[in-house]
């Protein structure tokens, strides 16, 4: 007999996830594996795709996102077979092949996607390109790529004074450069040196904190060479490398791992394992902001995967304390912050969130979906310019909420629903299949 309610009900193309929490007896207990690192995901197609050679895929995150760069390379002459977390194949067509599509790219939900791409279009001679998206991602800033990608010699248009997709893009030899971003984004820094790729000499990134480094690390592996200096932030591509394709086994995606830390965390009696996650240094802020509240967790079976570091994470319930993230902690933590806003939630004390202003251009306006649907549910968050402000301690009380279609905000708020009181109906939830598909049926599953 489930102990918890959770239905979904569809109205056209929307989805209502109905988590109708019971007055007692909810824990989640069990064992699980998240899917494929959704950055490793989109990295191994686009190096696959450029490569000499076969590359094998496996673990790939099958959601609509890496569906989305999968498409645009297909459309461009790489042989991708049919996507599945078994193992994917990739027939790449050689550094500088990419072919004209016939049409326009579309990439979707994805900034990875587009931003990515943006670097390997703008650099190949000849060709010319049309990206898009959604309404989402045709909202998004898109000047932090183009502008260094002019400053190499890119020609792109685009609405808005060349900043907002549809792009168009005339591809041409591009020059080096050293680009200082004023951003820590790993989607910068990889369209730069996937740009870098194509041009003659050395091209450097160098950004005001470590992102993640996932790009560096595949190219690497892929062929390509690169020094990266960890004191300032630089990394440094060599162009015209030969790629040779890999195989390439994708970690578990610690973002995904996140809501099952948190939700085992803040659940009464709770007790999970998270098999097979990636804990590359630049993506383990989670776990550095979930010690600082004094969440229980523990890192069992460490190993090297395929050259990223992997665990097992092991979760149990306990009380949590409010802290404070900010600084060098946040790129290394960017996608968690609406999941974290949620252990705020629970957590004695106050939290703050500062020095995170990027997420009012991710998927959604972060700051203001987590902060404007945790108070419909009774919360207590102040939103600030660049952060929030929670305090923790107040009753959850079901509520109606909506995902702003963000994957993330959907099941952040899947989470919290786990802990209010009553009914919580979150619209929009299909925005999960985005990085995480099976994300219900799991919920389903652990609350069994
Ligand atoms: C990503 C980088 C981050 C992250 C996004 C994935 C990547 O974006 O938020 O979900 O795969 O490079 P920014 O580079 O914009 O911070």
């Known amino acids: 007999m489930p102990v918890t309610f959770i239905t979904i009900q569809n109205i056209e193309n929307q989805q209502n996830l109905i988590i109708n929490r019971p007055k007692s007896g909810l824990s989640l207990q069990g ?100 990206v898009t998206g959604d309404t989402s991602l045709r909202s998004r800033p898109m000047s932090r790529v183009i502008k260094p990608l002019q400053q190499m010699g890119a020609s792109i248009w685009g609405r808005r004074g060349n900043s907002l997709a549809p792009l168009a893009i005339q591809g041409t030899a591009l020059q080096p450069i050293h680009y200082y971003s004023p951003i820590a984004s790993a ?99 989670i776990l550095e902001a979930l010690e600082m509240m004094e969440a229980d967790i523990k890192l069992e079976n460490q190993r090297v995967v395929a050259g990223e570091p992997v665990a097992d994470l092991r979760v149990r319930y306990g009380q949590l304390k409010g802290c404070t993230i900010a600084g060098d902690l946040i790129p290394r933590l960017i996608d968690e912050i609406p999941i974290l806003a949620v252990a705020a939630l629970f957590a004695q004390g106050k939290t703050v969130i500062r020095d995170a202003a990027e997420l009012r251009v991710k998927e959604s306006d972060r700051l203001t979906a987590m902060a404007s649907q945790l108070n419909r549910m009774g919360g207590k968050v102040q939103e600030l310019s660049d952060g929030l402000e929670i305090t923790g301690g107040t009753l959850l009380k079901g509520s109606e909420v909506e995902s702003y279609g963000d994957h993330r905000i959907a099941m952040s708020l899947a989470v919290a629903a786990l802990n209010a009181t009553g009914t919580t109906t979150i619209s929009g939830a299909q925005a999960a299949a985005i990085s995480y598909p099976d994300f219900i049926t799991t919920l389903q599953r652990l609350c069994d």
Request: hydrophobic share 40%; aromatic share 4%.
């Open 31 to 130: 064992n699980l594996k998240v899917p494929g690192d959704k950055s490793i995901s989109h990295r191994a197609l686009m190096l696959g795709a450029i490569a000499q050679g076969e590359t094998t895929i496996q673990g790939l995150l099958i959601g609509e996102d890496p569906r989305s760069t999968a498409n645009c390379f297909r459309a461009m002459g790489a042989k991708i077979s049919e996507l599945n977390s078994e193992q994917v194949t990739v027939r790449g067509i050689g550094l500088g092949q990419l072919q004209e599509p016939e049409d326009i790219l579309n990439a979707g939900n994805s900034g990875t996607t587009m931003r990515l791409m943006l670097g390997l279009l703008a650099s190949h001679p000849g060709v010319f390109f049309i």
């Open 187 to 285: 989607q910068v820094k990889s369209c730069i040196l996937l740009a870098g790729l194509m041009v003659e000499g050395n091209t450097t990134v160098t950004e005001p904190a470590l992102s993640r480094d996932h790009s560096e690390r595949m190219l690497q592996a892929f062929g390509a060479t690169l020094s990266i200096d960890p004191e300032t932030h630089s990394v440094t591509i060599e162009g015209r490398p030969t790629l040779k394709g890999q195989n390439v086994i994708v970690p578990g995606d610690i973002s995904s791992a996140a809501f099952w830390l948190v939700a085992g965390a803040i659940v009464p009696d709770s007790e999970l394992l998270i098999e097979n996650v990636g804990v590359n240094p630049t993506r383990t802020g």
